[in-house]
């Protein structure tokens, strides 16, 4: 949801605000416990009021004005709500929480337009994952900061201390050997100064050449407008990173004329200059306008504002958590921020605020000028290729120079109603870090692919060679539970029926089909995953090839949600995009399935798709999997590996 103009006040120069009274700062909602008679009566009480009052102010009037999401309630009252199905529906129209702050939307209020599904306490807790990282409880978004620090991998993240719901922003902060198994730390910054009070936002990790570390981060002001600030380990001797220290001199950078007081957010890692300077780039927009500013600096405490910008697309509106980062064109290691040459493209990636989606494009660096051009402005960023096709965002890479690569993270929301998130004390997923390559054999993408260290949880193998699946059939794979799982398939179509297929000039669109039901001639077939034994829940995956008059082949990868839960209070889209396949190469994908997340990967990377999947008797040892072929004209043949994942092992404080 778009920012009011009247918000943002275009055109005129920040100054430095004062110091804000006590009484502007959030107060954390309560969360009071009272005994079970009295929490029924105000139960019953509170029912009858939420009725009466959306029934009388709101009824069906499309024209009522938008709301506020409003406080949180206690977790107990919501369970207790959820359990007994007496939450009300609503038809209010609410502000997604984060909007009037200035950054992008992050619920939709408590209920989502609907009345939430009576979720038990049993379904709620299966959600939980087992390898991917979260906190114990609360709620979490952006990944911040990543970096290896003297032995161990760090991750910090936007966290709310206080409830499951946006709000409250402060850096939570976990380590690990292994970016796979944590240990919690106790959180690193705080919104304690006039600079940061209403939250300490997204920020970036910087190595200066010494070893010394700064942290750029954005903070929201006591008058809710974006600067930037500078941060720094208190004990650079510490591995852990316990504890840093605010540059008191912060602001550093405050938005300059032109540019709205909230669209100036997110600042990248730093890289050179030619000139020996330091460089970072910072999300923004001019009217619809996505742009990525770029300023010069010494020692991160003066900038220069260059001319223009990095970049900028027409149409985008609002770029954050913008990434700029270099990829080799001719070795698999990654890149240091740093490097460049003509063995090298440039990534630009932005979050866009407008559709809450991770885009990229690759293209060209040209240090002298600070401007960037990519290689295709059919695909440029905003308007082309994505990251992920799913529910993936904010994400954010870090060099590993330790083992050479560049590493992917990115925030994985939930896509429930808030309510449920409030009753099980926890909301939203860290991705399974990936590994970031360029595509040597294509030439226009990156390769995303899963850090190697995930399949060190891998146990119980079983495999299921050249298995035939006929047309309009399903084919079960016995494996025991299905809730942990390590999926690598192939498929193969006979080359013969492709040729005898006729052509269509029919398009074809994952998003825009009926899904996995909807039978072409040559697709879909795939995967059915968290699916129970009726195949009432089924979560299929799967590969769509659509041949034209010419006889061309275009081949998509698709995941359909929308019979994966029987919750009414889910959204279950269809995701997906198109997946480059070249000469000789069979269809291949890889999923891992971890409770409510499925994270999935075609042609080893080159088009991924992240899921939240909430099913209702799909759980436990009542989740299977299958596969299926829903094509018309052609028989497949798969050969499949399945690993148990174990889980891992992520500490408390």
């Known amino acids: 949801m778009s920012i009011p103009n009247s918000e943002t006040n275009n055109g005129v120069p920040y100054t430095q605000l004062p110091e804000s009274d006590n009484d502007s700062v959030n107060t954390p909602a309560s969360s009071c416990r009272r005994p079970k008679k009295s929490t029924f009566m105000i139960l019953t009480g ?32 919501v369970c207790n709500m959820l359990g007994s199905n007496l939450m009300p529906l609503t038809t209010m129209r609410t502000l997604a929480r984060g909007v009037a702050e200035g950054v992008s939307a992050k619920s939709r209020g408590h209920f989502l337009g609907a009345r939430p599904f009576p979720w038990t306490q049993k379904m709620l807790a299966w959600q939980r994952t087992s390898f991917h990282f979260q906190p114990k409880k609360n709620w979490m978004n952006d990944p ?64 200066l050449p010494n070893g010394d570390l700064i942290m750029l981060y954005t903070g929201s002001t006591n008058e809710l407008v974006q600067v930037q600030n500078l941060a720094y380990p208190a004990d650079p001797s510490d591995p852990l990173l316990r504890k840093w220290i605010k540059y008191e001199g912060n602001p550093v950078l405050t938005p300059p004329p032109g540019i709205g007081l909230k669209d100036f957010r997110d600042p990248t890692t730093a890289w050179t200059t030619p000139e020996g300077k330091w460089r970072i780039t910072i999300g923004s927009k001019i009217n619809k306008t996505g742009i990525s500013l770029v300023y010069d600096t010494i020692d991160f405490k003066k900038f220069e504002l260059l001319k223009g910008a990095l970049h900028g697309v027409p149409g985008t509106g609002m770029w954050e958590c913008v990434d700029f980062y270099p990829v080799s064109k001719i070795v698999e290691n990654g ?10 493209k440039h990534v630009l990636k932005s979050s866009l605020d ?39 965002y904010a994400s954010k890479t870090f060099y590993d120079q330790e083992k050479k690569r560049r590493v992917l993270w990115a925030w994985i929301k ?23 390559k360029y595509d040597k054999k294509t030439g226009s993408n990156i390769i995303t692919w899963p850090v190697a260290e995930v399949e060190n949880l ?11 699946v006929k047309p309009g059939s399903i084919v079960p794979l016995e494996v025991g539970s299905a809730t942990q799982l390590d999926i690598m398939a192939e498929f193969e179509v006979d080359q013969n029926m492709l040729k005898k297929v006729d052509g269509s000039n029919a398009t074809y669109d994952c998003i825009k089909s009926g899904g996995s039901g909807e039978r072409g001639a040559l697709g879909p077939f795939g995967l059915l995953v968290l699916t129970d034994n009726s195949l009432s829940e089924q979560t299929p995956i799967y590969f769509y090839i659509a041949k034209d008059l010419t006889g061309n082949f275009n081949t998509f990868f698709c995941n359909d949600l929308t019979r994966s839960s029987e919750a009414t209070d889910v959204r279950k889209l269809i995701y997906g995009s198109t997946v480059p396949v070249l000469q000789g190469e069979k269809l291949s994908l890889r999923t891992l399935v971890d409770h409510s997340i499925v994270e999935s990967f075609a042609q080893n990377g080159r088009t991924a798709i992240t899921s939240r999947v909430y099913p209702t008797k799909a759980i436990y040892e009542n989740a299977k999997i299958y596969l299926f072929n829903n094509a018309t004209d052609i028989s497949v043949t798969a050969t499949i590996k399945i690993w148990q994942m174990n889980s891992a092992n992520i500490k408390s404080n």
């Open 46 to 77: 509170l029912v009858a009021f939420l009725l009466f009052f959306v029934a009388v102010k709101y009824g069906n009037n499309d024209d009522s004005d938008d709301v506020n999401p409003g406080p949180v309630p206690p977790e107990e009252t």
């Open 144 to 207: 911040n900061g990543p970096l290896y620090y003297k032995g161990w991998y760090h991750l910090f993240y936007q966290y709310n201390q206080e409830a499951a719901v946006w709000g409250n922003i402060v850096w939570g902060h976990a380590v690990s050997k292994d970016l796979i198994h944590w240990q919690h730390l106790p959180v690193a910054m705080v919104a304690d100064q006039w600079y940061d009070i209403n939250g300490v936002w997204t920020g970036s990790a910087t190595f």
């Open 335 to 344: 890149l240091d921020t740093s490097e460049n040459g003509p063995a090298v």
């Open 354 to 392: 407008d559709d809450r989606n991770d885009y990229y494009a690759l293209g060209t660096y040209d240090a002298g000028a600070g401007k960037w051009v990519p290689d295709n402005p059919i695909i440029d960023v905003g308007i082309g290729l994505r990251y992920d096709y799913g529910n993936f």
């Open 414 to 436: 939930e896509t429930d109603s808030e309510a449920a998130d409030i009753c099980r004390g926890w909301a939203s997923l860290q991705s399974i870090p990936r590994t970031i």
């Open 458 to 468: 891998r146990s119980n193998n079983n495999e299921f060679n050249k298995v035939v």
